[in-house]
């Protein structure tokens, strides 16, 4: 790369991004990063277990049980990425200078503008705007109005908010914002002893408004479910982020020539996740959240992979001890069956009696995640499967599409015949068998991330992206998938998609 300036080195150690990474990073761009190798697809008996439902109750109820001990559970919640993909439909309305709805998502969009939870608000920033109701706009045939007023920054802004500061949903006299939901669920099933802990991963610009939010609002929910609320909240490390190339992979610089590093996407997190001292973590998306009303599913499903978490856990710790000591040869068999069909962590070779004992120590003493899927219904988005590691074993993973090597037919016959997907919906066991917290940065496979193209300033580039949070970051825990019903996954990833009966005003 040409020499970097006095600026470019005050920057990067501003960032705290090493001249070592930046050079890396750069050879990741020229080099790229190699397809994963994949055994399988993973389905119902291979690799996705489906508990019946005396076994759900067993799970919620060992759940249950764990809430009255001695232990900190936290809800993780990545909640940093603004709505503007959310709104790609009306900005485009703008954008195309439209006057009147076109598409049929334009029509849905009006046709349906009362349903929305943030009406109330929208219709009150018309009338002191424009001077004018939604409705009477509307009988006017005045469009663009109403639109401005929603995404744009004199109207309720929406455009530049993140998803968690966006009301999306109605109540007899209430509407609630996602981040609310959120608070809402952590009450219903990770309160320990009367707190529920519940931290967001939140962008700098926006973290005074999540902030302001907590203070007006915690208190209510804390008084309604007669319980306190420790909220913290985290930025992305500033030492994560990643530098941005042109396409001939040499470095991008803005206009006034100093380098462009961007986030590096939500593999970054695993950092954050890493700061947080608890025993239990679940991790769930801030848009993946329906109305208290109609929760009941999701909060009975949640404790349910609660559950399976303990149980798996247990056994591991139990394992270990065994380990610790004289294990006799048929226990040593007993866990080797473990670790192949309950963690679906299977050697491509036999370890021979002398590796086994140090080879199975190794396979239990790690970071824990048990995964909830759905069935796959055509949702953008990873999906599990058994792939290939570099010890020669095979393992379940989340993989995106960009990691399989579609030009491999039997892989792609294996991706066009995937059953399930992966809704976020992850919960995590940090510490060891001695409750020491793991450090996690130790479990990522950096051979795991990915490049994107992107723009800036109307000028073409390319980004790096680290190992996704529950793709490469979480590459070497031990994994269990199980299988949860399509009710438990309601993303919003456009906005159309909050008139969907599940999250429609009731």
């Known amino acids: 790369m040409n020499e970097l300036t006095h600026d470019d080195r005050r920057i990067m150690m501003q960032k705290g991004i090493t001249e070592e990474q930046l050079l890396h990073q750069l050879n990741c761009f020229r080099q790229g990063f190699p397809f994963l190798k994949i055994k399988s697809a993973a389905t119902v ?39 503007s993909r959310m709104f790609k439909m009306l900005f485009a309305f703008l954008n195309e200078e439209k006057t009147v709805p076109g598409n049929a998502e334009e029509k849905d969009f009006f ?63 209430v509407a609630r914002t996602a981040m609310e939901e959120h608070l809402v669920e952590g009450a219903e099933y990770a309160a ?26 915690k208190s209510a929910y804390a008084r309604r479910f007669g319980i306190d609320f420790d909220i913290t909240f985290s930025e992305q490390k500033p030492h994560t982020d990643t530098i941005a190339v042109n396409p001939d992979n040499t470095p991008f610089r803005n206009k006034d020539n100093s380098l462009l590093f961007r986030p590096g996407g939500h593999g970054a997190l695993i950092e954050n996740l890493n700061a947080i001292d608890a025993d239990v973590v679940f991790i769930k998306n801030v848009d993946n959240v329906v109305p208290e ?21 247990q056994r591991i710790f139990d394992y270990l001890r065994m380990l610790d000591g004289d294990c006799p040869a048929d226990k040593l068999d007993e866990i080797l069956q473990f670790t192949k069909e309950v963690l679906w962590c299977v050697p ?6 002398e590796q086994l004992k140090d080879y199975l120590t190794r396979k239990l003493n790690r970071p824990v995640r048990v995964c909830g899927v759905v069935k796959n219904m055509g949702e953008p988005g990873g999906g599990p499967y058994l792939a290939y590691n570099a010890d020669h074993t095979y393992s379940l993973q989340i993989l995106e599409k960009s990691q399989i090597d579609l030009h491999n037919e039997a892989y792609r016959e294996m991706f066009s015949r995937s059953t399930h997907f992966n809704p976020v919906d992850i919960v995590c066991g940090l ?4 409750g020491v917290q793991f450090d996690l940065t130790r479990y990522v496979d950096a051979s795991t991330g990915f490049i994107s193209e992107k723009s800036k300033d109307g000028q073409p580039l390319k980004a790096l992206e680290l190992p996704g949070l529950w793709n490469g970051a ?17 993303p919003v990833k456009t906005v159309n998609e909050l008139l969907r009966e599940q999250h429609r005003r009731g």
């Open 474 to 490: 979480m590459s070497d825990w031990n994994t269990v998938m199980v299988e949860v019903p399509l009710a438990t996954f309601n």
């Open 431 to 434: 510490k060891d068998v001695n």
């Open 293 to 313: 009303y109609s929760g009941g599913e999701t909060t009975f499903y949640k404790k349910v992979l609660g559950g399976v978490l303990i149980d798996v856990q």
């Open 348 to 353: 491509q070779e036999e370890p021979s009696k």
């Open 192 to 217: 320990v002893n009367g707190k529920a802990n519940i931290h967001f991963t939140v962008s700098h610009e926006h973290l005074e408004s999540f902030r302001k939010l907590v203070d007006d609002k």
């Open 111 to 173: 046709a349906n503008i009362r349903q929305f939870a943030f009406f109330e608000a929208l219709n009150a920033k018309c009338e002191t705007n424009e001077g004018k109701s939604v409705d009477a706009l509307l009988q006017e045939k005045d469009f663009r109005p109403i639109i401005e007023n929603v995404i744009l920054d004199q109207g309720l802004g929406y455009g530049k908010l993140p998803k968690g500061l966006i009301l999306f949903h109605q109540y007899d006299d």
């Open 45 to 83: 008996g291979n690799g996705i277990r489906v508990p019946s439902e005396d076994e759900c109750m067993a799970f919620e109820k060992k759940w249950n049980y764990y809430l009255r001990g001695q232990h900190k559970v936290v809800k993780f919640v990545p909640a940093s990425g603004a709505a």
